[in-house]
């Protein structure tokens, strides 16, 4: 592959460029006689050009329709009491001349009337059929385009003289001075309205679409596969960034945080068997494209939007997404390779339409080829542009949008709402004087006064009058605009909102504080100032911090700056989307995570307006901001307060605080005080930065990497509670006792001996038998009362997922018994009347005998052994309570062994890495008595064969059998591959009768045939069973 290539990968978007234009000018131009005309031609010819654009011959405008291009009419119009005005609208389309009106009703204008023929050329320079939207002689005149081709990349229109065309990008077109949007046109698909001009050309039919390119060009076939192919071969390709429309035409769950879609065109047909329905922009081959919703998407949302979003990908839905190319994945390049599919990762994806109910695209139901072709183009244009307004006259003011601005949040007043960027030492100390006097007026009780509004107008919320609101948020750079993945995006701006005093005040990070530094570093002076003014705001009760996710970016903060105190500590947090969704609970509203799975959506249901999130993807890094940057941040920040207050008045809610018989420091949300629908509703977030990279201690602590190499410890408690003892790092390397996030001193199991104080023969005798609960934390406190070596409000170190907990002195097993669905291939087992059990251990942990663990299990109860030990059981049904066995130990001893056992005790299923310890029972004289054991005994086979099982719903009992040969016969029928005869001859040996025969029941019986018997055969036939069962 030659560098040539490798650049045209890297650097092209969609495809070469458009056309080659001279010959076809020129030819214009000799035909061109009139001197007026020709004057306005060149005029047109000159205005295009300089703006990018081209004139071409018609014969190349049509051949290139559809590659991101759309046909346009552009239409004089004469208006009352006005100069004439430009429309244009797409070539399939109609003018509305009503919805004209009605957007110039302000400038007094009632009469909209397409302009006579004759007098098209006179007023803007060219004739009818060849009106260029754009270079009009001897004036521009005022041209409203129809929104509609907001969404289109290059415009078809009039060339300024018979058989030409002009092309001209939209994005262009719209930043001229007298150009503006709005909804003109009558679609299509629309009825037919008296008030709608049709100016729709004839083109030629096309039984069947080309398909779209796509508008990234893949890499090259030959580098994809010789990266493929020689893992050593540097990868030269680098992503290339992808904003498209499609629809998912399938989703695949890969994991709980990873989805993957197929996408295809916007008018492709669910039904449709063509896997492949993209061109390449390469070499015009058929591809496919798969979507990649993961990490990057979760990183970009957040914890909770985030998985959320994975979860609302459905086969049928139009999205419009942004992403990258993923040709920096070997992986991804070898599906290149084998299956033509281009693999692009998601950032973010926006859904325009659910499932296909409003644009179903059929032949049946599209009304003609350039409906057709307009479809086609959404599924591969760039992104929509904003729409431009039109001039505000003197009569008239902009239309208001249906997107949240600051002065819906903080209506406008003779007091407007003011936005502060904070990035010096005069506006932190501006800020501090703002909060102290605000603290002021909550500690004395003197809200009258001063300039603080302590409740949004026409809101009612108890208690507000005793708190204040403060909106919070953080903004960071995406991390698609970094050099590499590995590249720490730190906190760039800390939005702040007083919503008592109306004001935001945007904290400049960057500007204030050093990011990423050790968290010994010695403070400059300009961040001690900082750091003190923020203290008083997060650490006071009094000041309900708000947010979306708050969480989170308050966990970012304190991994930003580890020297700075003041992001360590914040007490009074609220996050908005949980009492959003618990007053939408009490409304019996639906849709509860649809509706708090972004800020957007929640701002959407409680304020009727959503917020533009079209800045949430800017580069935060780059200064000064923009306004639009600024409008933003104070906007997310301001909202937060706002849907709080909606959010308590709906639920009839309030700020509960302190009384009489309470703490100065208590702190409520509720309907009334001790509401637990609220519990947890206002909860103090603490964080530290780990000392150390030991895995252990990471793991017990729950210590997440979020910017750069430290590790954030997370703690949280109830605001106004006990806060928790800070947690401590494991000592002994991580094997050491330790304080966990919950403030709870932590004993490793290794440490802590059961039989202190006690005589380990009747150490369980008050529990066997019993139920002792339905968690491994119930049944070891049972284990551990009296005399036990725990200091006073330890707890154990539990493992959850493994079966047993390892003490110094013994040893607590954890048995699952499988219901009748059990499919595992290792289900554990009574046998001999619950004599014995079988289970199963990780054969490392058994080491053929000689682990630290098995000579445990081995020597359990055992007098005479040198480091005595004891091993206690409990065994339950699935979801049930576990039942204490009492103890038992792992047999070693031939004579106690069935003697079908080739290893002493073990029985090993290396499909598995597991191996089959059996197990003794030593108190099962007592277990006799206990009408629980004894039930679930009879359930499962014993060493007799006796088993009671559950075939269809009725009860069968298969009989006692010591036929041996007939049970030789069974095992060798398997293992020869005629499972149907072993099935054949399992049932007639169990005399089931043959009404209640079927092939669940008999490949039941079999099963336990198998099972009951003891001999090498039958065990090879169950393992090649329980494989032909996984297989199917």
Known sequence: ?????????????????????????????????????????????????????EIVSDTIALEKEGQHVVHVNSLVFQVTGSDPILLVVPNTDKVSTTRVEELLADERITDVRLAPADIVEEVCGFPPGSVPPLGHSPTSMRTIVDEQLLNVDTLWGGGGHPGLSSLIKTETLLKLEHVETADIATRSTDAVNSDSINVNYSFMQRERPPKPFFPVAPPPWAMAEKCCTNKNTPNPLKPIPVTIIGRITGVRQMAKRLVFADLAPAHHLLDSEDDRPWRSGLDGKEMSVQLIAGKTLCEALGDTAGPAALRHLKRGQLILVEGKTNVGNRDSLRNWVDKQSLDIVVFSYKV??????????????????????????????????????KPPSPESKRRSSSYLSLNDVFPASDDSPTVTVVDSIDSVY?????????????????????????????????????????????????SFLAASPAEPQPIMLLQISVHPIKRVYIFDTQALFRPLLNPSETMTELECAASQTLVDVFSSQRLIKVGFQLGADLRRLASSYPHIPAFRLFEAVVEVSSLAKKAMQLNKERNLKYHTASLARVTEFLLGKTVDKAQQVSDWAIRPLSEEQIEYAALDAAVSPLLLEKSLQMANAGIITAN??????????????????????????????????????????????????????????????????????????????????????????????????KDPATLVDHLVGHRTGRSKEKCVDSLLTGEAALPNGAKVELHQRSGYVEFADGVALFVNMPDKSYKRGYPNEWLDDGKYMTWYLRKSDWNDGASYLAQKLIQSNQKESESPSVTVLFVRMPKGIFLCCGRCRAIVNKTEVPQDETVEGVHKTGDWGLVQVRLQLLDREKLQSSDEFVSMVKEWPDGRGTVKSSVDGNELLTKDDSDKPAKNAIAEAVLSGNIVGGLSLAVEQASIPPEKRSIKAGLLTLRQQLANDASENAAKALHALLQVDGDS
């Not at 350039?370 to 904003?386: D, G, H, N, Y």
Request: glycine share 8%; net charge negative.
């Open 1 to 53: 592959m030659t560098s040539q290539e490798i650049d045209m990968h890297n650097s092209t978007l969609i495809h070469p460029p458009l056309f080659d234009l001279d010959s076809s000018l020129s030819f214009s131009l000799d035909t061109v006689q009139d001197e007026s005309r020709r004057v306005a031609f060149e005029r047109l010819v000159a205005t295009i050009s300089s703006l990018g654009g």
């Open 352 to 389: 325009l339409e659910e499932g296909m109910t409003t644009v179903e695209v059929s032949p049946s139901n599209i009304q003609s080829n350039t409906e057709l072709r307009r479809l086609q183009l959404a599924a591969s244009v760039p992104p929509p542009l904003s729409p431009r307004p």
């Open 660 to 757: 009489a018989s309470r703490s100065s420091s208590f702190l409520q949300v509720g309907r009334f005080e001790d509401d637990t629908m609220y519990n947890g509703a206002v909860i103090s977030w603490r964080f530290f930065l780990l000392d150390t990279n030991e895995p252990a201690a990471i793991r017990k602590l729950k210590a997440k990497r979020i910017v750069g190499d430290p590790y954030v410890v997370t703690q949280r408690w109830d605001t106004g509670g006990k806060p928790p003892m800070k947690p401590s790092v494991p000592s002994r390397q991580g094997e050491g006792p330790y304080t966990d996030v919950f403030g709870v001193f932590r004993m490793p199991s290794k440490l802590v001996r059961i039989t202190s104080g």
């Open 430 to 478: 501006e800020f501090a004087t703002k909060i102290s006097h605000l603290l002021l007026s909550l500690t004395t009780g003197d809200t009258a006064n001063g300039e603080a509004n302590y409740a949004s107008e026409g809101i009612a919320v108890p208690g507000l009058d005793k708190v204040g609101l403060i909106g919070m948020d953080c903004e960071w750079r995406p």
